[in-house]
């Protein structure tokens, strides 16, 4: 707990995980959208290559990975992302290509950390 003047600020506890190639900050009860699995709707997974774990004033790093850690999740959705477009353009040589690209995701809601 630090405090700046009269303001107390406590912090959370929180990890670091990678997954998908990918890091993403997860709290206990957040709902992060990453990279597709092969998982079902409502199903529980473990992600455990987590990389930090923080506790209010007690921080372990992993190197990379922190050993015996796991972030208990359930899957909530999974689907595609909105389109995103790709327009390439070439002046004045009539060149001109459109493409579409959605990528596909999967919604999971973090149950412990």
Do not use: N, W
């Not at 997974?45 to 992993?62: F, N, P, Q, R, Y």
């Amino acid at each position: 707990m630090k405090t700046f003047g009269t303001i107390i600020c406590v912090m959370s506890k929180f990890a670091i995980i990678e997954t998908g190639g990918k890091q993403y900050k997860v709290e206990l009860g957040t709902k992060v959208k990453v990279e597709k699995l092969d998982t079902q709707k409502g199903e529980k997974l473990s992600l455990d290559k987590v990389l930090l774990i923080a506790d209010g004033d007690t921080v372990e790093i992993g190197t990379p990975y922190i050993k015996d850690a796991a972030i208990e999740a359930e899957v909530v959705d999974a689907g595609k992302a909105d389109k995103k477009i790709v327009f390439r353009y070439h002046s004045k040589t009539r060149y001109r290509k459109l493409k579409g690209h959605r990528q596909p995701f999967t919604e999971v809601k973090v149950k412990k950390v």
